[in-house]
């Protein structure tokens, strides 16, 4: 068996940062997380066998934390920071961390996947389980290959690579990070992105979340929180009025705990619009917010007006788009958000523009400090390559979700209404409290 998980370390940069809050604000907090298909239509319990994926996380269950990881843990350099993470939660990562059991069947043609139990063993199991899932997927297809078709399906993706980068390359003030660890195709396709996206695109790559790569090639480890965090919090909330303020009371507690570093909002789990009408004075002194499922465009304008209500300079802060990027929106964004305008150019124009760097469009000047954070469309983008011409190799939209939080059900709204995850009953209350301003609904790549 060759195993996809070779390292507890393979996991996006944002889960041990969040597993160290976990740890030491919520350790005897239990919580669910549940595998969804949102590509129904994809009957992955057909493609990807049960005791293959079994056999999958009980060698994951098994890793440990080796010496040199956690010597790497504890001596660089994160954000430009040392000592992020506790002497004390590393010793635990060594002698006391273990992943949870779960239990895992095929119904109906679909994978039925769970985790249960203390947070701290639960919350890794995301990244882990999806990129096997992900990479079974990959191998299953892969095996219906002859040698000259492999040739061809990776020769097309490499191309396709090269012609992304060829555009990037070279733009001024660009920043991209990968993203991309949960829907790869694979762990050693990543590894060959994340290789040529810095050889190629040189400053312009900012470093990726996968903190495993991140540790074998020198490069800098990117994340800092996910949606987990307040769908948790208000979980655990005993009155609408607890639920509505939960939002605000996880980053009071996120402050204290990484003391007032690795401030990145990210205020979309029930609405963008009312996180930033209904915040406290100072969450403003954030340095930055993450864009995950709202229109860029908007959200980021929505973003620089309410800094600017504030009396905050946008140009000092960070804004991270992460949604279903590829090269023209990484383009056209980074324009739009890096200069001032002429003859009246508006979000419209930036999506539909073919020359996102004509001086006659914008003056450089930059409005907010822009990065992407590139995921699915970066290391699974194998759309039409196949030989075959089927689309068994096309990315699917798995996620794995954080549902119950002791025995109470976990929701989160989005800004896309698509997205929206929860019992149906508990979504509609949250819909009550938080309202659905801004909100619209629109489609899910993955």
């Known amino acids: 068996m060759d195993p996809i998980t070779r390292s507890l370390l393979d996991t996006d940069f944002y889960k041990l940062l969040m597993l160290q809050f976990i740890w030491k604000n919520f350790p005897d907090t239990r919580a669910t997380f549940t595998l969804i298909n949102r590509t129904s239509s994809v009957r992955l319990g057909d493609i990807v066998g049960e005791e293959q994926l079994r056999e999958q996380l009980e060698t994951t269950r ?19 920071r040392r000592n992020i993470f506790e002497p004390s939660f590393l010793d635990w990562l060594e002698h006391g961390f273990r992943l949870s059991d779960y239990e895992l069947s095929v119904r109906d043609g679909q994978i039925h996947l769970r985790f249960e139990g203390l947070w701290s063993g639960t919350s890794m199991w995301e990244i882990y389980a999806l990129a096997q899932i992900g990479e079974l997927k990959t191998r299953a297809a892969l095996k219906r290959l002859g040698e000259l078709e492999l040739d061809i399906l990776y020769a097309r993706a490499k191309t396709r690579l090269w012609e992304k980068m060829a555009r990037l390359r070279g733009v001024p003030g660009l920043s ?31 470093g990726t979340s996968n903190t495993f790569l991140a540790y074998k090639h020198d490069l800098e480890a990117i994340g800092t929180n996910g949606h987990e965090l307040p769908m948790a919090m208000a979980a655990l909330a005993n009155s609408d009025e607890e639920l509505r303020t939960a939002q605000y009371r996880l980053l009071e507690l996120w402050q204290q705990s990484y003391q007032g570093e690795l401030l990145i909002l990210l205020p979309d789990t029930f609405g963008t619009t009312q996180f930033l009408h209904n915040a406290p004075e100072w969450v403003a002194n954030w340095t930055g917010q993450r864009i995950d499922s709202k229109d860029a465009y908007v959200a980021g304008d929505e973003y620089i007006a309410w800094l600017e209500r504030h009396g905050h300079d946008p140009r000092q802060k ?25 003859n009246g150019a508006t979000p419209d124009d930036f999506r539909a523009a073919d020359d996102f760097h004509s001086p006659n469009r914008w003056v450089p000047e930059r409005r907010v400090r822009f990065s992407a954070g590139w995921g699915t469309l970066l290391t699974n983008d194998f759309r039409n390559c196949n030989p075959q011409g089927n ?17 109470r059900p976990a929701v989160k709204l989005s800004d896309n209404e698509s997205k929206a995850l929860g019992d149906p009953g508990e979504v509609e209350r949250y819909r009550r409290v938080f309202g659905v301003a801004g909100m619209a609904d629109m489609p899910v790549f993955t």
């Open 176 to 206: 991209i990070s990968d993203f991309g660890t949960r829907r790869r195709h694979s762990f050693l396709w990543h590894e060959y992105v994340v290789k040529a996206m810095r050889d190629t695109i040189g400053d312009g790559f900012s």
């Open 62 to 80: 098994q890793l440990r934390f080796s010496k040199s990881e956690l010597v790497w843990l504890a001596g660089n350099s994160f954000f430009g």
């Open 318 to 342: 960070r804004l991270i788009a992460s949604d279903a990027l590829d090269v023209e929106q990484i383009l056209g964004l980074h324009a739009y958000f890096s200069g001032t305008f002429r």
């Open 391 to 407: 689309d068994s190799f096309n990315p699917v939209g798995v996620v794995c979700k954080l549902t119950e939080v002791e025995g």
